[in-house]
């Protein structure tokens, strides 16, 4: 729309102010190809017109200030950008209700007419862009009061405010009282905690600030002391957030602890409107706070919004026992060194006899329902012994070690930009991966060769067929077969294992599992006090990591058959039964030194293609979680190369000396998570330490 046509819009006495603004903002909204300076120069163009035509001007204003006098800023204030405290399910039907059967707006309602005039999603983008300058600019053009006006806009203003802090006071001493808030720390009934000390606060507040303002009080009971409390109120909820991690969450505990975050957040842009340092600070907090609503309004009625939101947030809970534990999982001293190798090789050997398990399974012909399922529970019960006997299945570390880096970067984006302490990560994550591997592969290779041989000497026959031998060998070339193409399907499972792990360590944390255990009456009936708790302890620090190897090992059992019976070509490719395959193949055929080193080389080019997709879907999830990214990527790749330059061998063997910190032992695949005292409860002071781990 041109100028030319907007004027005699704006002209018409029959349009409403609401329409009026509509009609404004759609002519200063840039197109796809302009950026944001052409709303400003717009704005600009606009103050200029209407200043040569002071007749149409002040009709405009007189329109728009009459609407604005009547305008109701109450619900805009109180809940515009803060949740329901409906809940998220309630929330997420409503916005799909809104969607189909939208409910008529109000035109006195100030965030009702956000909405209608700012229609487009593209708004929150382009909103924010713009100069406040330039916004201040638009207002004053659109806006002109006489001094009594202004007056009266003033103090219906102030006392649109004032109710809503109170209401939002109010709405924060009452989270409290929340059952699931409770359970959290069910001795904040026992104190008086910041979050009801800030209602009382914030009700004096209320109380005094308008006799100050009509004089009949001369010293103002400033905001000092509720700014305190805002603050013990921040620290507060991110203490509770920190004690989800050991006690578990939910999507409405989450969908809550959000809430109260953006109503504390709202206390605070209120009270710098009633009581500013000065007028310009006044124009900067107001225009900010549109800014931030034309971006609430935008979403008003997102379903994706709200999803990707509350996402993001329980995502984060069951990701943050991974960034703590996954030190276990990254070998920065000697000693964890050996320790990783020796777990992945106990890890190798069990797989071993999984590997041959599964040849002859497939060898006996079973229907392919039964054949399935049995495959399954080889899979899944084998990971679980592997998990059990403290071994390690090197593929499944991404989850962990790409947590820990996502929350070493959101330390960097919040001020330590150094970015040697992350490429150092990065060296002891890869060393630690490749020893893992290592122990896998080669403890792998090595038994099913053995086992070959030993079965041919004793039984004169090589202990799998010629054919099978070549299908086994077939499947895992790079280009002679879609293995490549496979492994990235084990690599997407892994990275769902890990999400399952998390899933069911929340869970367990969140049901008290350990506790429920502990007085069953079944249990109680079978086992003495002693063994209850030793049942009661090993299940709920090794929930997550048993569901999550079992139904890794049930996906990677029934993808072949769901793919043949759908018709679709899937399968899986793993570096570890990859590796079995080729030593039960070349024990078989008795194969030369280059041959076995061939079929090494595709099953570790498989492993590399399953670490590069579950890390780097680990990661990318780990990184949203936490809302940051890798801002500088090319001083990181400097860094790395620096820390590889200056110590070559680090990347596939620990230096002499290492941090203190990294002397602890890894864990193998959840095996430190079922040690005890390796778990940090819960306690008053709440440090926010992690607790046990998938």
């Known amino acids: ?42 704005i600009t163009g606009l103050a200029v017109v209407l200043e040569g035509r002071p007749e149409l001007h002040a009709a405009l204003a007189g329109k728009l200030g009459a609407w604005l006098r009547d305008g109701r800023f109450f619900h805009l204030f109180t809940s515009a950008g803060i949740y329901s405290r409906r809940g998220f399910l309630k929330e997420m039907g409503e916005r799909v209700y809104e969607r189909l059967n939208p409910s008529p707006a109000d035109p006195e309602n100030v965030k009702d007419v956000m909405f209608m005039v700012f229609t487009r999603k593209v708004d929150a983008e382009w909103v924010p862009q713009v100069s406040d300058a330039a916004w201040l600019k638009l207002l004053a053009t659109l806006f002109s009061f006489s001094d009594d006006d202004r007056v009266q806009m003033r103090d219906e203003m102030q006392e649109e405010l004032l109710a809503s802090l109170e209401l939002l006071g109010i709405w924060v001493a009452a989270e409290e009282l929340e059952p699931a808030i409770l359970r959290l720390d069910h001795k904040m009934l026992d104190r008086d905690s910041a979050l009801v000390a800030l209602q009382r606060e914030l009700a004096i507040y209320v109380r005094q600030y308008p006799l100050w303002v009509s004089g009949q009080i001369d010293d103002l009971h400033d905001d000092a002391h509720a700014r305190v409390l805002l603050e013990q109120c921040v620290v507060e909820v991110a203490r509770l957030r920190r004690r989800t991690v050991n006690m578990g969450t939910t999507v409405a505990l989450t969908h809550m602890l959000e809430r109260l975050v953006q109503t504390l957040n709202r206390i605070e842009q209120l009270l710098d409107l009633l009581h500013p340092a000065d007028r310009d600070t006044l124009k900067e907090k107001s225009v900010a706070l549109f800014k931030q609503c034309v971006g609430y309004t935008a979403a008003r009625h997102s379903v994706r919004a709200l999803w990707q939101q509350n996402s993001r947030l329980l995502a984060r809970s069951m990701t943050e026992n ?26 190798g050997f069990i797989i071993a006899f999984m590997a041959l398990l599964k040849i002859q399974i497939l060898e006996r012909g079973f229907e392919p329902f039964l054949q399935t399922v049995l495959v399954s529970l080889n899979y899944g019960l084998g990971f679980v012994l592997i998990h059990m006997m403290h071994g390690t299945v090197a593929t499944k570390q991404p989850a962990m070690t790409a947590a820990r880096i996502a929350e070493r970067v959101e330390q960097g984006e919040r001020g330590r930009a150094d970015p040697r302490p ?43 067929s010629p054919e099978r031998q070549q299908y086994m060998l077939g499947g895992i070339h790079p280009w002679l077969s879609p293995a490549l193409f496979y492994a990235a399907v084990a690599g997407v499972w892994l990275f769902l294992s890990g999400l399952i792990a998390g899933f069911f360590d929340n869970r367990a944390a969140y049901l008290n599992l350990e506790e429920r255990l502990l007085h069953h009456p079944l249990l109680k009936r079978l086992l003495p006090r002693s063994g209850r708790e030793a049942v009661a302890q090993y299940l709920s620090h090794n929930y997550g990591a048993l569901a999550s190897n079992f139904i890794f090992g049930v996906m990677l059992g029934s993808t072949g058959a769901i ?24 024990g078989s055929a008795q194969a030369g030194v280059g041959a076995i080193a061939l079929g090494v080389g595709c099953a570790l080019l498989i492993g590399l293609v399953n670490l590069a997709v579950s890390f780097s879907l680990a990661l990318s999830m780990a990184l949203r979680a936490r809302g940051t990214r890798i801002s500088s990527p090319g001083k990181l790749l400097r860094a790395y190369f620096s820390a590889i330059r200056a110590h070559p061998l680090a990347l596939v063997f620990p230096p002499p000396t290492a941090p203190a910190d990294d002397e602890q032992q890894p864990a193998a695949d959840g095996a430190n998570a079922g040690n005890p005292q390796n778990v940090n409860k819960p306690t008053e002071a709440d440090s926010g330490s992690a607790g046990p781990s998938a």
């Open 422 to 464: 992350l490429a150092e990560l990065l060296v002891k994550v890869g060393r630690t991966q490749l020893v893992a591997i290592l122990g896998n592969v080669t403890v792998a290779v090595t038994v099913a060769m053995l086992v070959a041989a030993a079965y041919f000497h004793f039984q004169g026959e090589a202990l799998i």
């Open 563 to 586: 793919g043949h019976a759908l018709g679709l070509p899937i399968d899986i490719r793993h570096v570890a039964f990859s590796s079995a395959d080729v030593g039960y193949a070349m």
């Open 1 to 42: 729309m041109s100028l030319e046509r907007l004027l005699p819009r704006l002209a018409d006495p029959d349009t409403s102010a609401v329409t009026t603004l509509r009609h404004i903002v759609d002519w200063l909204r840039p197109r796809r190809w302009e950026s944001a300076e052409a709303a400003e120069s717009r």
């Open 322 to 347: 991974a960034s703590h534990t996954g030190d276990h999982y990254i070998a920065g001293s000697r000693r964890a060194y050996f320790a990783m190798l020796a777990s992945g090789a106990g890890g």
